[in-house]
């Protein structure tokens, strides 16, 4: 059997990224290991633990039993603690240990997919004890594998991919947020506009309209009246969106035009990964 034709965006953005990954990180000497990401309070070895884990959690494999060190102060929430957990058991992992589990779990990983037949609504397994559909799970592992790939290319110095098939399933996913963004977070007002016109690797131009009721929505027009335009290059937004940057360390790369409080708003709550 081959993976359900709904999934298969998900499943070929999963294994370009993840391959890049492996490429990545093959030839990396022990110390590069430790060299510190965009990724918050994690090093390269922490962002390929973390994948390994959440691959591994995807497979039905049992978590490890680990109790983590009272020390590691970033940790705040239980779903940071949950993150944390796969991670902390393999910081003491040598190169080769890191590099062969790695190639395992992709082995394993690849495997599981081309032989998929559920449903993409069937029930599968989610971060704390919950649940979620087979289609979205594997949407959100495309999705944290490719930004994972980056914060690797930034930490290495070697950029690339921001145009791969991952690229375009984050864009999506970060746009579906955009609506929460201007219109609650940032407090747009009511029957307003907000343009975001990114350029790069991946170009589009989109608009969150507010409506009468604050509700907000987002589409491809364009607006003759927006009450904001951010404009951007698509690595600066997406690091602003994953949290990987703050506004005023982007600010000559971002342009404002408009109502430049709310347009400070929206910058401030432009993070929407955990």
């Known amino acids: 059997m081959t993976v359900h034709p709904s999934l298969q965006t998900y499943a070929d953005a999963w294994t370009h990224s993840i391959e890049a990954i492996s490429e990545l990180v093959q030839p990396l000497v022990e110390g590069e290991w ?17 994948i390994i884990g959440m ?13 983590l060190p009272r020390d590691i102060f970033h940790v705040q929430t239980e779903f940071a603690r949950y993150m944390e957990m796969q991670v902390d058991v393999r910081r003491h992992h040598t190169a080769p240990e890191m590099t062969s589990e790695l190639e395992y779990t992709i082995i394993r990983r690849a495997r599981q997919l081309r032989n998929e037949n559920r449903d993409p609504d069937t029930k599968v397994r989610a971060p704390l004890g919950a649940e979620q559909t087979l289609e979205l799970a594997l949407r959100m592992r495309a999705f944290d594998v490719w930004v994972h790939e980056q914060d690797l290319r930034w930490a290495l110095n070697k950029p690339g991919n921001l145009d791969s098939p991952g690229a375009y399933v984050a864009r999506d996913i970060l746009l579906h947020t955009l609506p929460r963004v201007v219109a609650k977070d940032a407090g747009a007002p009511p029957n307003s506009a907000v343009v975001f016109d990114i350029h790069g690797p991946l170009e589009f131009l989109r608009t969150v309209r507010v409506d009468a009721d604050g509700h907000g929505t987002i589409d491809g027009a364009p607006s003759l009246g927006p009450l904001v335009t951010l404009a951007m290059d698509w690595e600066t937004f997406l690091r602003l969106a994953c949290g990987r940057v703050r506004p005023h360390a982007v600010a000559d790369r971002v342009k404002a035009e408009g109502d430049q409080a709310l347009a400070d708003a929206i910058l401030r709550h432009f993070a929407v990964t955990p």
């Open 55 to 67: 691959e591994c959690e995807q497979l039905g494999d049992p978590r490890p039993i680990h109790t």
């Open 34 to 50: 430790n060299r510190p990401t965009p990724c918050p309070n994690w090093s390269v070895r922490d962002i390929v633990s973390h």
